[in-house]
């Protein structure tokens, strides 16, 4: 080839380089990419996901992606697995269970955000970790299934084998692990022995929430471990107050989900998305399709979360003992039930 007709065929390469980014949207070639990490309920269609990305996606003249595992859990399995090679550019749905073992992981940057403007049953002072909603753990009970639900963890432990519960995995659930730290909490050293006596009430114990809250609803047990706030999807969506939360005297578990950018090219975009999730806007999508509270006192919340029963107390264990002792009680847990 010539080298007249080598410049030439470069020259229409370039021309036809040009003429496709033409056709792109304006901006398109430039358009930053943010990823998320999340789990599957928050990004599914019925999750707050989809508003959440529409929302942000307004201002920020990107384009927001989730990436969906199981749970929290299974979620600080993959960032360690990863490492500093993970893709993502902000992490949402780990709790403050487990914010110290992910901390360890050196991935994330603090969020730089006032905490001044939240409203959570316990003080919060973590710089990295960003609170976005928050919730009890509870015993939803079956009304027609079970008229007298247990009104301590006492009881629950205590009560008729025959009344059974579904719970979750504390390996790989952030629920089953509330459960766990639940326990020991008004057990303490007394906590194997309350699992023993406990084990004869579950009828199962599955890896998710979705599981377990999916084989009450088909009616496989007149109790599972969920939220004080679940009720409230059954009043809103399906008209019907059957589903209650039984409040125990000993107090309840909290669980406050949390979100944090990643050190990584996208930390600008990241921490704008943190800020993001306090506003207004965005603490108004989560009590409908997260079916939990908003953390800041102005978020709107619809009329069902008011008439929802509170606990009287909240209990809430260190979180560096939890990371230091995760394993130890897990493994307290499985002795238990395998007895």
Same mark, same amino acid.
């Given at each position: 080839?010539?080298?007249?007709?080598?410049?030439?065929?470069?020259?229409?390469?370039?021309?036809?380089?040009?003429?496709?980014?033409?056709?792109?949207?304006?901006?398109?070639?430039?358009?930053?990419?943010?990823?998320?990490?999340?789990?599957?309920?928050?990004?599914?269609?019925?999750?707050? $996901?989809? *508003?959440? &990305? @529409?929302?942000?996606?307004?201002?920020?003249?990107?384009? /927001? =992606?989730?990436?969906?595992?199981?749970? !929290?859990?299974?979620?600080?399995?993959?960032?360690?697995?990863? $490492?500093? *090679?993970? &893709? @993502?550019?902000?992490?949402?749905?780990?709790?403050?269970? /487990? =914010?110290?073992?992910?901390?360890?992981? !050196?991935?994330?940057?603090?969020?730089?955000?006032?905490?001044?403007?939240? *409203?959570?049953?316990?003080?919060?002072?973590?710089?990295?970790?960003?609170?976005?909603?928050?919730?009890?753990?509870?015993?939803?009970?079956?009304?027609?299934?079970?008229?007298?639900?247990?009104?301590?963890?006492?009881?629950?432990?205590?009560?008729?084998?025959?009344?059974?519960?579904?719970?979750?995995?504390?390996?790989?659930?952030?629920?089953?692990?509330?459960?766990?730290?639940?326990?020991?909490?008004?057990?303490?050293?007394?906590?194997?022995?309350?699992?023993?006596?406990?084990?004869?009430?579950?009828?199962?114990?599955?890896?998710?929430?979705?599981?377990?809250?999916?084989?009450?609803?088909?009616?496989?047990?007149?109790?599972?471990?969920?939220?004080?706030?679940?009720?409230?999807?059954?009043?809103?969506?399906?008209?019907?107050?059957?589903?209650?939360?039984?409040?125990?005297?000993?107090?309840?578990?909290?669980?406050?989900?949390?979100?944090?950018?990643?050190?990584?090219?996208?930390?600008?975009?990241?921490?704008?998305?943190?800020?993001?999730?306090?506003?207004?806007?965005?603490?108004?999508?989560?009590?409908?399709?997260?079916?939990?509270?908003?953390?800041?006192?102005?978020?709107?919340?619809?009329?069902?979360?008011?008439?929802?029963?509170?606990?009287?107390?909240?209990?809430?264990?260190?979180?560096?003992?939890?990371?230091?002792?995760?394993?130890?009680?897990?493994?307290?847990?499985?002795?238990?039930?395998?007895?």
């Amino acid at each position: 080839m010539t080298n007249r007709r080598f410049r030439a065929r470069i020259a229409q390469s370039l021309l036809a380089f040009a003429l496709v980014g033409a056709a792109l949207p304006a901006g398109a070639q430039s358009k930053p990419d943010l990823t998320v990490y999340t789990y599957s309920g928050f990004a599914a269609k019925w999750g707050p $996901g989809p *508003a959440l &990305k @529409a929302g942000f996606e307004e201002s920020c003249g990107c384009t /927001l =992606t989730f990436v969906g595992v199981d749970d !929290g859990v299974a979620l600080l399995t993959r960032l360690r697995l990863e $490492g500093k *090679a993970t &893709k @993502a550019d902000v992490v949402v749905g780990l709790d403050q269970n /487990l =914010t110290v073992e992910a901390a360890e992981t !050196g991935l994330f940057v603090p969020h730089g955000v006032d905490p001044k403007s939240l *409203a959570l049953p316990v003080a919060w002072n973590d710089a990295t970790f960003l609170p976005f909603d928050y919730g009890a753990f509870a015993v939803v009970y079956d009304t027609k299934a079970l008229p007298q639900p247990p009104k301590s963890l006492k009881e629950l432990v205590e009560g008729d084998p025959k009344q059974k519960i579904i719970l979750q995995d504390p390996r790989t659930s952030t629920p089953g692990l509330g459960m766990l730290l639940w326990v020991k909490a008004v057990y303490g050293d007394q906590a194997p022995a309350a699992w023993a006596k406990l084990r004869g009430r579950i009828l199962t114990t599955t890896k998710s929430w979705g599981d377990a809250y999916s084989l009450f609803t088909k009616g496989e047990a007149p109790m599972v471990l969920s939220y004080t706030t679940s009720p409230a999807y059954h009043l809103i969506e399906e008209k019907t107050d059957r589903y209650a939360a039984a409040i125990f005297s000993e107090g309840h578990y909290p669980q406050i989900e949390v979100a944090a950018a990643v050190n990584g090219k996208n930390l600008p975009l990241a921490k704008q998305f943190l800020a993001f999730l306090l506003t207004d806007t965005a603490q108004g999508i989560l009590p409908t399709t997260n079916w939990m509270f908003p953390v800041t006192a102005t978020a709107p919340q619809p009329d069902a979360f008011k008439t929802l029963p509170a606990p009287t107390k909240t209990l809430l264990l260190p979180g560096a003992d939890v990371a230091k002792n995760r394993k130890a009680w897990t493994d307290e847990w499985l002795k238990a039930l395998a007895q």
